[in-house]
């Protein structure tokens, strides 16, 4: 999908591997929909919590299993540190799944706005795909930047297995390890996605 001369070929999902059997079994869930099953998280608790309310159409943002445009965002360079994290590499073909909304920034913002998936040309994908999201002595712009880099893609529910078409590593460590959870697909490693 071409979008404001941006190809979009694939979206990101942050993932610890520990998770990748049950993944691979039942797909990517919401957070409501993962609360029974045991699984390893990765984001900030804080932030979760921020995610606990009602979006404009009505419902809840933890109802939805999210994604990110482009990994290599705030998110992930909160979270470097962790050694044992890919990055699930999903088809485009997610954006046709009934009831899937996009944020124009990270959906936990107070300033979000949301959109159907045929307005995809609202969201600014210069700032999106943007390498870094610094703006020294302009602390506004800074947190425009920040938030706009974490956009998201809401598919209600979960994210079926099938749609997941393989994943960024940082090294041949962690592949393996994502190799031994059952991971079947073309695993790429990728060290810059992870601010290596």
């Not at 073909?93 to 045929?118: E, G, H, K, Q």
């Amino acid at each position: 999908m071409i979008v404001n001369g941006t190809k979009i070929t694939e979206l990101h999902n942050i993932m610890p591997v520990n998770n990748m059997s049950s993944v691979l079994r039942f797909g990517i869930l919401s957070h409501n929909r993962a609360a029974n099953i045991q699984h390893e998280s990765v984001a900030s608790p804080f932030i979760q919590e921020r995610r606990n309310k009602k979006i404009p159409n009505g419902s809840f943002l933890h109802d939805y299993a999210n994604l990110y445009f482009h990994a290599r965002n705030p998110m992930m360079f909160s979270i470097k540190s962790r050694s044992e994290i890919c990055v699930l590499r999903i088809s485009e073909n997610v954006l046709n799944v009934p009831r899937t909304i996009m944020s124009d920034r990270n959906a936990a913002s107070d300033f979000a706005r949301y959109y159907p998936v045929a307005e995809i040309g609202q969201l600014d994908f210069d700032l999106i795909y943007a390498r870094d999201w610094t703006c020294p002595n302009n602390p506004t712009e800074y947190f425009r930047r920040k938030t706009a880099k974490c956009a998201e893609v809401l598919v209600m529910d979960k994210i079926s297995p099938d749609l997941i078409m393989g994943a960024y590593v940082r090294n041949e460590t962690v592949q393996k390890k994502l190799e031994k959870q059952g991971f079947n697909r073309e695993v790429l490693i990728n060290d810059d996605l992870f601010f290596g």
